[in-house]
């Protein structure tokens, strides 16, 4: 009976154990805490966007985006000039350090660069930087850049995310991802790989005042509503890119808040190299079956509100895009284009789609039911983002992707829309399109150049093998977030935000 | 001696099933869809760099060759380098995450076995009765429950309403499992319904198959006290189709708790298992496969023992084990 008596006694001290299992957390340290999807790859050039907050802390770029004007502001670059596009002259910031202490030079712009045209990287912008004839650093402050043709809007491309300027010495091959430094606003104290990462304050940052929390604590959350979950309980304070739904959950509760720092792209892309999108009549008979009120409802917004419709992959915001009315529903116009292709009795596609992704789901149904009445029945194919992405995307004959807005439009028509751009998603081969987009990219006047993009518009319009559906990105944060600034290039300032 | 024959016998058995499965481990991760250098390099890499990292990476050597450097490195304790996050050893991964599930598993343990086996012995003693009717209901009712499912009911008690336990199971950064104690016992408790009802089922019906024996007739007429009777004889047989039972689960319980675990965000070695095949991890995902297989052979081995060691008809028994 004493054995028995003993034994429970150390149950019921285990169970208290379990219970009082508590944290007592730093006082006075201005923490921020965020839940991100776990990264994959978090090496600069190489990720798949789904790391921005922990990379956006850790490096600098050369140019940044104001979040409120969208202008261009200096970063590790102070100054930049070009006399026609095609040599720029770079002017770096002085007096930077990296996290390791060892000063930031126009050698390491130069690696950075270079390393893009890496063959064993697979480098993202590998593409956009073909163009570079060569690098050169007459000091330790200036880089001078010589491209092989004139490109008036290079600078842009230095605010894409994947452009972190890199330490020159460190050893990326070896230590890779396990390690990442820059000179950015936090320093990587602690990275327990899947699990979480431990940023500190870069004290010797080089803006003052900045960053004004003390540490910064990413959490990699594989699913979104455990990532909700963990704002709910106050173990996080920014959650970002919610659903529309979480959206509305977060909404009704007190406490939280949901932003929209800016708008992104669904693309839904019919592949121009096989049947049946390879005949243009099809693809206008599936832009006459569209209703984008519909559409912007299934989305949880309005139209012209938070929700913008348009067949070009120019987004609304930006100066270069040109108001085109929307054709119209027409499911009488659609099923003559049908028959005119020798599909009288209608067809079936697969359409492929990311089920995980904000706005996937509700878009790829809503768009199933409006093509129904012309005939046109879509298989649909939903996925998890990561299998989507691996597997099925840029092989399909019609999907629906998120894309980040380019600030300069040109980078996003080479890289999904140029007969070579390494993303073109719906296969679109259009010589006079591949001429307008290498025109765009070498034209230094900005009227000659919008007159492209005109054209280039009216082509989409007409022919194109998109339909861009323009959301908002959600962040979901507790109240007691302030100054929370990410602008369009995606990445999230975080050195401004602070907990009240 | 018998004893020890039976032992290094099952031993051997054991290692050949180990290099049996690496063997299929491997050869299953080798037919998977896909080239591992494509993966790595991107959608828009071209053939010349796929072609120039698979030989740096050494996936032109045969097949042999890199299954032995890959075995050779296990033995060794290297578990290779992570595709998907370059630079990052997996035993840098690996083990934290392992420890995690071991502390869960014996936590799951410790909730499951006593109460199984209370209840069980309970019912078995209490057969026919109220008493056994509720507990064979409740087994029954849990049993049939999916663990995705009673783990949603558990998060809705427990964190929602009563919000006493939180619904993810993370440990906050600068901390670790052991000062969080708390986050452990959701996920345990799931496992708990799982286990409860088949664990108390089986102990119940073997409990009523040695009370009717005749030495337990005998005692009982002989005067003991009941709980005696039940306690010191009865319990000691009866126990023997159960430990079968728990030791059987004890592969699932160590190493394939990735429903609990990718329910509850529990950072072990069942949600790393998931992310390493989401992520397409290709060593990663041959560790921690492997790594639950060792268990489960492992598992197997020790009941086997424990089950010889507690039968004296096994554990005696001349001529052939």
Same mark, same amino acid.
């Given at each position: 009976?004493?054995?028995?008596?003993?034994?429970?006694?150390?149950?019921?001290a285990?169970?208290?154990?379990?219970?009082?299992?508590g944290?007592?957390?730093t006082?006075?340290?201005?923490i921020?805490?965020?839940?991100e999807?776990?990264?994959?790859?978090?090496?600069?050039?190489?990720?798949?966007?789904?790391?921005?907050?922990?990379?956006g802390s850790?490096?600098d770029?050369l140019?940044?985006m104001?979040?409120d004007t969208?202008?261009l502001?200096?970063?590790?670059?102070?100054?930049?000039?070009?006399?026609?596009?095609?040599?720029?002259?770079?002017k770096?910031?002085?007096g930077?350090?990296?996290?390791?202490?060892?000063?930031?030079t126009?050698?390491d712009?130069?690696?950075?660069?270079?390393?893009t045209?890496?063959?064993?990287?697979?480098h993202?912008k590998?593409?956009d930087f073909?163009?570079?004839?060569?690098?050169?650093?007459?000091?330790?402050?200036t880089?001078?850049?010589?491209?092989?043709?004139?490109?008036?809007?290079?600078?842009?491309i230095?605010?894409?995310?994947?452009?972190?300027?890199?330490?020159s010495?460190?050893d990326?091959?070896s230590?890779?991802?396990?390690?990442?430094?820059?000179?950015?606003?936090f320093?990587?104290?602690?990275?327990?790989?899947?699990?979480?990462?431990?940023?500190?304050k870069?004290?010797s940052?080089?803006?003052a005042?900045l960053?004004?929390?003390?540490?910064?604590?990413?959490?990699?959350?594989?699913?979104?509503?455990?990532s909700?979950?963990l704002?709910?309980a106050g173990?996080?304070?920014?959650v970002?890119?919610?659903?529309p739904?979480?959206?509305?959950?977060?909404?009704?509760?007190?406490?939280?808040?949901v932003?929209?720092?800016?708008?992104?792209?669904?693309?839904?892309?019919?592949?121009?190299?096989r049947?049946?999108?390879s005949?243009?009549?099809?693809?206008?008979?599936?832009?006459?079956?569209m209703?984008?009120?519909?559409?912007?409802?299934?989305c949880?917004?309005t139209?012209?509100? +938070?929700?913008?419709? @348009? $067949?070009?992959?120019?987004? *609304?915001?930006?100066?270069?895009?040109?108001?085109?009315p929307? #054709? =119209?529903?027409?499911?009488?116009?659609?099923k003559?284009?049908?028959?005119e292709?020798?599909?009288?009795n209608g067809l079936?596609?697969?359409?492929?789609?990311?089920?995980?992704?904000?706005?996937?789901?509700?878009?790829?149904?809503?768009?199933?039911?409006?093509a129904?009445?012309?005939g046109?029945?879509?298989?649909?194919?939903?996925?998890?983002?990561?299998?989507?992405?691996?597997?099925?995307?840029?092989?399909?004959p019609?999907?629906?992707?998120g894309?980040?807005?380019r600030?300069?439009?040109?980078?996003l028509?080479?890289?999904?829309?140029?007969? +070579?751009?390494?993303? @073109? $998603?719906?296969?679109?081969? *259009?010589?006079?399109?591949?001429?307008l987009?290498?025109?765009? #990219? =070498?034209?230094?006047?900005?009227q000659?150049?919008?007159?492209y993009?005109?054209?280039?518009?009216?082509?989409f319009?007409?022919?194109?093998?998109?339909?861009n559906?323009?959301?908002?990105?959600?962040?979901?944060?507790s109240?007691?977030?302030?100054?929370y600034?990410?602008p369009?290039?995606?990445?999230?300032?975080?050195?401004?935000?602070?907990?009240? | 001696?018998?004893f020890?024959k039976r032992?290094?016998?099952?031993?051997?058995?054991?290692?050949?099933?180990?290099i049996?499965?690496?063997?299929?481990?491997?050869?299953l991760?080798?037919?998977?869809p896909?080239?591992?250098?494509q993966?790595?390099?991107?959608q828009?890499?071209?053939?010349?760099?796929?072609?120039?990292?698979?030989a740096?990476?050494?996936l032109?050597?045969?097949?042999h060759?890199?299954?032995?450097?890959?075995?050779?490195?296990?033995?060794?304790g290297?578990l290779?380098?992570?595709?998907?996050m370059?630079?990052?050893?997996?035993?840098?991964?690996?083990?934290?995450?392992?420890?995690?599930?071991i502390i869960?598993?014996?936590?799951?343990?410790?909730?499951?076995?006593p109460?199984?086996?209370?209840?069980?012995?309970?019912?078995?003693?209490?057969?026919?009765?109220?008493t056994?009717s509720?507990?064979s209901?409740?087994?029954?009712?849990?049993?049939?429950?999916?663990e995705?499912?009673?783990?949603?009911?558990?998060?809705?008690?427990f964190?929602?309403r009563?919000?006493?336990?939180p619904?993810?199971?993370i440990?906050?950064?600068g901390?670790?499992?052991?000062?969080?104690?708390n986050?452990?016992?959701l996920?345990?408790?799931?496992i708990?319904?799982?286990?409860?009802g088949?664990?108390?089922?089986m102990?119940?019906?073997?409990?009523?198959?040695?009370?009717?024996?005749d030495?337990?007739?005998a005692?009982?007429?002989?005067?003991?006290?009941?709980?005696?009777?039940?306690?010191?004889?009865?319990?000691?047989?009866?126990l023997?189709?159960?430990?079968?039972?728990?030791?059987?689960?004890?592969?699932?319980?160590?190493?394939?708790l990735?429903?609990?675990?990718?329910?509850?965000?529990?950072?072990?070695?069942?949600?790393?298992?998931?992310?390493?095949i989401?992520?397409?991890?290709i060593?990663?995902?041959?560790?921690?496969?492997?790594?639950?297989?060792?268990?489960?052979?492992?598992?197997?081995?020790?009941?086997d023992?424990?089950?010889?060691?507690?039968?004296?008809r096994i554990r005696?028994?001349r001529?052939?084990v």
């Amino acid at each position: 009976m004493k054995r028995q008596i003993l034994i429970l006694a150390s149950l019921f001290a285990i169970a208290a154990m379990v219970f009082a299992g508590g944290q007592q957390d730093t006082e006075e340290k201005m923490i921020l805490k965020v839940a991100e999807q776990v990264p994959n790859l978090i090496t600069p050039g190489s990720w798949d966007g789904q790391a921005f907050s922990l990379n956006g802390s850790i490096y600098d770029y050369l140019i940044e985006m104001d979040a409120d004007t969208g202008e261009l502001v200096p970063a590790l670059a102070t100054d930049w000039s070009t006399p026609e596009g095609k040599v720029w002259t770079i002017k770096l910031r002085k007096g930077v350090k990296f996290h390791d202490g060892s000063a930031f030079t126009s050698a390491d712009v130069k690696f950075t660069l270079e390393r893009t045209q890496d063959p064993d990287l697979g480098h993202l912008k590998a593409q956009d930087f073909e163009i570079l004839e060569k690098i050169e650093t007459p000091d330790d402050h200036t880089v001078v850049i010589t491209l092989k043709e004139p490109y008036p809007t290079f600078n842009f491309i230095f605010t894409d995310y994947n452009m972190a300027i890199l330490s020159s010495e460190y050893d990326y091959v070896s230590k890779g991802e396990s390690a990442p430094m820059g000179t950015g606003p936090f320093k990587l104290e602690n990275l327990i790989p899947k699990e979480s990462a431990l940023l500190v304050k870069n004290d010797s940052y080089w803006a003052a005042g900045l960053p004004k929390a003390d540490e910064l604590r990413i959490y990699f959350v594989p699913d979104i509503d455990s990532s909700v979950s963990l704002l709910e309980a106050g173990q996080v304070d920014i959650v970002p890119q919610i659903s529309p739904v979480i959206k509305r959950r977060l909404e009704a509760l007190d406490g939280f808040k949901v932003l929209s720092p800016y708008q992104e792209s669904r693309f839904i892309a019919m592949a121009q190299d096989r049947e049946p999108f390879s005949d243009n009549k099809v693809r206008l008979a599936f832009k006459y079956t569209m209703d984008p009120e519909i559409l912007a409802k299934a989305c949880q917004g309005t139209l012209g509100k +938070e929700i913008f419709y @348009n $067949e070009t992959p120019i987004v *609304n915001g930006l100066a270069q895009y040109k108001e085109i009315p929307f #054709r =119209g529903r027409d499911i009488n116009r659609a099923k003559e284009l049908l028959a005119e292709a020798g599909y009288p009795n209608g067809l079936t596609v697969e359409f492929f789609y990311a089920s995980d992704h904000p706005y996937g789901t509700d878009i790829a149904q809503t768009v199933k039911e409006l093509a129904a009445p012309a005939g046109i029945n879509l298989d649909l194919k939903g996925f998890p983002r990561d299998i989507y992405l691996s597997q099925h995307w840029l092989n399909g004959p019609m999907l629906l992707t998120g894309w980040g807005v380019r600030v300069d439009p040109s980078m996003l028509l080479m890289l999904a829309y140029h007969s +070579e751009g390494p993303w @073109n $998603e719906s296969h679109m081969n *259009n010589p006079r399109v591949d001429e307008l987009i290498e025109m765009i #990219r =070498g034209e230094v006047s900005p009227q000659t150049r919008q007159g492209y993009y005109d054209e280039l518009q009216d082509i989409f319009q007409e022919e194109g093998t998109v339909i861009n559906l323009q959301v908002p990105y959600l962040v979901g944060v507790s109240n007691a977030v302030k100054d929370y600034r990410q602008p369009v290039t995606m990445l999230p300032q975080l050195k401004y935000a602070t907990i009240e | 001696m018998d004893f020890l024959k039976r032992f290094g016998k099952r031993l051997g058995f054991m290692v050949l099933t180990m290099i049996a499965m690496s063997f299929l481990i491997f050869f299953l991760v080798e037919i998977m869809p896909g080239d591992v250098a494509q993966t790595v390099l991107g959608q828009s890499a071209t053939e010349e760099s796929v072609a120039a990292l698979r030989a740096r990476m050494g996936l032109d050597d045969p097949f042999h060759l890199r299954y032995l450097r890959w075995a050779g490195g296990f033995i060794r304790g290297d578990l290779g380098e992570s595709l998907y996050m370059r630079g990052v050893q997996i035993n840098t991964i690996f083990w934290r995450k392992v420890g995690h599930s071991i502390i869960l598993a014996l936590t799951a343990l410790l909730f499951y076995v006593p109460l199984s086996l209370f209840f069980g012995v309970l019912a078995g003693v209490k057969a026919g009765k109220v008493t056994d009717s509720i507990i064979s209901f409740f087994g029954l009712a849990t049993m049939a429950l999916p663990e995705f499912v009673s783990g949603i009911i558990l998060i809705t008690i427990f964190s929602v309403r009563l919000k006493l336990l939180p619904i993810t199971s993370i440990i906050p950064i600068g901390e670790n499992l052991w000062q969080n104690l708390n986050i452990l016992f959701l996920p345990a408790l799931s496992i708990t319904f799982v286990m409860f009802g088949y664990v108390s089922r089986m102990q119940r019906s073997s409990m009523i198959t040695v009370m009717k024996a005749d030495y337990i007739r005998a005692a009982i007429l002989k005067g003991m006290p009941r709980n005696y009777v039940i306690f010191r004889h009865a319990l000691k047989n009866a126990l023997l189709p159960t430990i079968t039972i728990i030791g059987m689960n004890m592969g699932w319980l160590f190493g394939g708790l990735i429903v609990v675990e990718t329910l509850f965000g529990f950072p072990g070695l069942g949600s790393l298992t998931m992310s390493a095949i989401k992520t397409r991890d290709i060593p990663l995902i041959e560790a921690c496969v492997l790594f639950i297989t060792f268990i489960f052979v492992l598992s197997t081995f020790i009941t086997d023992m424990m089950y010889a060691y507690l039968n004296p008809r096994i554990r005696f028994k001349r001529g052939d084990v």
